[in-house]
């Protein structure tokens, strides 16, 4: 099967920099993604890593290490508006079209 | 503007009744998905097809049913075998090429069943 940690809370001041993490076990693999959902809104892509290493798209980045299971998305100039739920996805089974999401981490960004 | 489309946004049933779910997108995209979220958890997968007269469950496939007789549609049946349907319900579609093409969601129904 699949499933996916990542922290339930983090917390942080404006300007900051912020690293959400991510564990991941699937039965096959074919991409970890991120993304943004502000409260009662959908959820919006930020990052796609397939292959190792590190994935830079503005103030975010995202890494992923297949032979860890593990990723990160990195979060640079926090701003009061990044204030959301992240979630970490998985792209495994079902010939790489089943993508699982993890519960969530809730990214508090103080003045 | 392309999109996918969710109605209706707000969805109230009572117990024991039967609800249709809309899901219709634009995008041409082949895949498609439904997930359900509780709050304050993640989006849990239900339902998801890969190309039209096709779909897979997902996790947490009881109590749900769907169809994907259009490339453009895909409605999600809350059944009353569903124990605990009230919840909010994302549809998604992802294009198959290129290989990281991400989800795109609709806006959600928030379906209340008491």
């Known amino acids: 099967g699949q499933s996916l940690e990542q922290p339930s809370e983090v917390t942080a001041v404006e300007g900051a920099i912020v690293q959400i993490n991510c564990t991941y076990q699937?039965?096959?693999?074919?991409?970890l993604s991120w993304y943004q959902q502000h409260d009662g809104g959908a959820p919006t892509f930020l990052s796609y890593n397939a292959l190792d290493g590190l994935e830079e798209t503005g103030r975010f980045s995202s890494f992923l290490s297949r032979s860890d299971s593990y990723g990160y998305l990195l979060l640079q100039e926090l701003q009061m508006k990044d204030s959301a739920s992240y979630f970490c996805?998985?792209?495994?089974?079902?010939?790489?079209?089943?993508?699982?999401f993890g519960a969530g981490t809730r990214l508090f960004v103080k003045a | 503007d392309g999109g996918i489309t969710q109605s209706p946004k707000y969805l109230f049933r009572k117990e024991g009744q039967n609800v249709t779910l809309s899901c219709e997108q634009n995008?041409?995209?082949?895949?498609m998905y439904w997930y359900r979220q509780d709050p304050g958890q993640g989006l849990r997968l239900i339902y998801y097809?890969?190309?039209?007269?096709?779909?897979q469950k997902g996790d947490i496939a009881e109590g749900y049913s769907v169809s994907r007789e259009k490339k453009e549609s895909f409605p999600l049946t809350v059944t009353s075998a569903q124990k605990n349907p009230t919840a909010f319900y994302l549809c998604?579609?992802?294009?198959?090429?290129?290989?990281?093409?991400?989800?795109?969601f609709g806006n959600g129904t928030r379906l209340t069943v008491t």
């Open positions: 097809s890969q190309i039209v007269n096709d779909f």
């Open positions: 699937t039965s096959g693999f074919y991409g």
């Open positions: 996805a998985v792209r495994g089974g079902g010939g790489g079209f089943k993508t699982i």
């Open positions: 998604a579609s992802r294009a198959t090429e290129p290989n990281n093409s991400p989800l795109h």
């Open positions: 995008l041409n995209h082949d895949a």
